[in-house]
């Protein structure tokens, strides 16, 4: 049995709805955890997914912002919505998934705030905002220990950890995504876990990787200032049970796409 699971960064789910139409029936995976839908639950383009052969379905939206959700094949159970830090933000859904023949995978979908663009939680808000989501997050998973048995999480975590997950290492330290204190944090909630990176057991760390371009440039291919933004965190018990990943660059180029590409990972039983 194999176990395929994408993770991507839509940017508006009903905007680009056909683009994630076409990634469905190009890569068929069975389990697709979607970030920054940006529409409420009854909004949700259920009718679409349902066509392309995804009929269990799990949502955390609201209006215009934010929102999260997994759209499965196989049936989803134990969905929860976790709230932090008290904002009412939709950034967070877990449901379990059992592929034939294995135990329950505890799956959990994150969009992190993005914090902003000054990287100084005294003047600026969303990233001191950020900063609180991550602790808590850290705590969180200490206390529940979430990936003691089979779990995923995954997500746009909006971090960049390693000096080889963005263009440029020294231009970013002082750039929202890449700071130090950043990274410090993101690392607790790796230890947490505690989690193995699924995309970097691939592509080692002296290798660059990116899942995000920005749109300010005018040829992003060409200029290649990425970012890995986007990642896929499994439970010790099932690193070995990976089977594959891929980065679906090629979707950056569609029309009217997302800042995001998808990320894909196999699991297999």
């Known amino acids: ?63 215009g912002y ?16 976790r709230d932090f830090c008290d904002k009412g933000d939709a950034r967070h859904i877990s449901v379990n998934v059992t592929p034939d023949g294995a135990k329950p995978i505890a799956l959990h979908n994150f969009y992190v705030p993005a914090g902003g663009d000054e990287p100084d939680p005294a003047v600026n808000v969303k990233f001191a ?14 206390s529940e220990k979430i990936a003691r048995d089979h779990a995923v999480m995954v997500g746009d975590l909006n971090i960049a950890p390693l000096e080889t997950d963005v263009w440029s290492h020294k231009a970013l330290l002082k750039v929202v995504s890449h700071t130090p204190i950043e990274v410090e944090k993101l ?3 790796f230890k947490a876990g505690p989690w193995f990176d699924a995309l970097r057991h691939y592509v080692p760390p002296e290798e660059k990787l990116y899942t995000w371009w920005s749109y300010r440039a005018a040829d992003w291919a060409k200029a290649d200032k990425g970012r890995r933004l986007d990642h896929v965190w499994v439970s010790e018990s099932l690193a070995p049970n990976l089977g594959g990943m891929s980065v679906h660059r090629e979707s950056r180029g569609w029309e009217r796409p997302s800042d995001h590409v998808p990320v894909i990972v196999h699991l297999d039983f």
């Open 1 to 63: 049995m194999r176990l395929t699971l994408a993770t991507w960064n839509i940017n508006s789910v009903r905007l680009r709805i056909g683009l994630v139409a076409r990634f469905l029936a190009e890569q068929a995976p069975d389990v697709l955890c979607l970030q920054e839908t940006k529409c409420r639950d009854a909004e949700f383009p259920l009718a679409e997914f349902h066509k392309l052969g995804y009929p269990h379905i799990a949502i955390n939206g609201q209006k």
């Open 187 to 189: 690392g607790l909630v």
């Open 66 to 81: 934010h929102g999260v959700a997994i759209v499965s094949k196989l049936p989803l159970a134990s969905i929860n919505r």
């Open 129 to 142: 905002h950020k900063l609180a989501f991550l602790d808590e997050l850290t705590g969180w998973l200490s």
